[in-house]
């Protein structure tokens, strides 16, 4: 069965560069959900699309932005970025309530 | 005080015990899920659970919504078992997840 995919799977980046990160739903999964994890933490929300709009949005820096694409594919465009910002960064896709959870990118910020 | 508290923070148990986690949670929920989490990150949903009980393979799931209460059993544990278990629960006005910190078993052979 299909799976979320999230692209790329690992990303370096120095600071004060930018990152997009990509995530395609399970086909037919209307919603998609970002979350991040810092090293040795839970992770935490940081927003959510339903049918291309945004449906909650959580502790999301300014800095960052998403959208949901006309495909539901989502992608989280992350600025200036911060060595703070180095983490997991799941994305997540449903379509009633059970959420599925991609493999996440890891990104490292120099 | 976090909105979803686990216990035991870490486990160790030998090959073939019987396992518990607990979870509670202090907000109103819509549903309650079990989560797997590997070394090197990847998150596997095990459960979903908006009342009673559910059973996959050697592991169980309960919720008791009026205690705000819920336990993962893993029965005859294995090594392969090990791994970060994290709790994570759906508010009742949207879907986001707010996690537990996670509990860490060690299953040794």
């Known amino acids: 069965a299909a799976g979320v995919i999230q692209s790329p799977r690992h990303l370096i980046k120095e600071k004060r560069e930018t990152a997009t990160l990509k995530c395609y739903p399970i086909?037919?999964?209307?919603?998609v959900y970002w979350y991040q994890q810092g090293p040795g933490q839970d992770p935490q929300f940081l927003i959510s699309f339903y049918e291309k709009m945004q449906s909650d949005k959580g502790s999301i820096p300014d800095r960052f932005s998403a959208q949901q694409f006309s495909d539901y594919h989502s992608e989280l465009n992350m600025s200036s970025l911060e060595l703070g910002d180095s983490a997991l960064y799941f994305c997540a896709s449903s379509l009633v309530y059970e959420q599925y959870f991609g493999p996440g990118t890891r990104l490292t910020v120099t | 005080k976090n909105e979803v508290e686990q216990s035991p923070q870490n486990l160790t148990a030998q090959e073939g015990e019987f396992i518990t986690i607990n979870c509670s949670y202090s907000?109103?929920?819509?549903?309650l899920h079990w989560l797997q989490q590997h070394p090197g990150g990847g998150i596997v949903s095990l459960f979903m659970?908006?009342?009673g009980k559910k059973k996959h393979g050697r592991l169980i799931a309960t919720i008791n919504i009026q205690e705000k209460h819920s336990s993962l059993h893993i029965t005859a544990s294995h090594p392969r078992d090990s791994a970060v278990y994290i709790c994570?629960?759906?508010?009742?006005?949207?879907?986001?997840?707010?996690f537990g910190e996670g509990t860490q078993l060690t299953v040794n052979p």
């Open positions: 994570a629960v759906a508010g009742t006005s949207g879907s986001r997840l707010t």
């Open positions: 907000v109103g929920i819509s549903a």
């Open positions: 659970l908006s009342s």
């Open positions: 086909p037919r999964h209307d919603t």
